[in-house]
């Protein structure tokens, strides 16, 4: 193992966004193995510390490439292309005037029925983004579009989980059993 491997090379796995989970957690599993602590417990404590480390950036790897927009937004940076989501928040108009509709709509929404419908609309509109996420990144290998499609993704799943958040504190406050724990 090398610590200047990138996350797909300590996988051993093909740097692409379409991976299987399976495929993943096994890898996982094998390289933790290989990298615990207690098999270099005969070689001393600087053995066990080295190992340690090994067993923390692998930990590291795999939350990365576990996670869907983790690991697309890693492949951007690894091929020049960095998302850089902390200070670059420019969307096209088309993207933030759908964004602005929806929170228009949870803003009037009157209850669960429609909070769950925007809700649809919204986990299709992600799992569009993933689906065009996976074409520019596997397919087209168009780094910089692809940048702009995770971004996306990341306001798209915030706004999933305000949903989501709605949706949990409308069924407690309808739910006595909820209500009085």
Known sequence: MNLQSNDFELFGIPARFAQSRAELDRRWRDLQRQAHPDRFSQQGAAAQRIAM?????????????????KRAAYLCELNGAPVHADNNTAMPAQFLQQQMAWRESLDDAAGVAELKHIGFEVARALGEALQRCE??????QDYGQAVQQVRAWMF????????EDRLDASQESTNPAVKGQ
């Not at 798209?156 to 949903?163: K, M, N, Q």
């Open 135 to 140: 074409q520019l990144l596997d397919v087209e």
């Open 156 to 163: 798209i799943e915030r706004l999933v989980r305000y949903i």
């Open 53 to 69: 480390q090994w067993s923390v950036r692998i930990n590291e790897a795999y939350q990365r490439l576990r996670d869907p927009l």
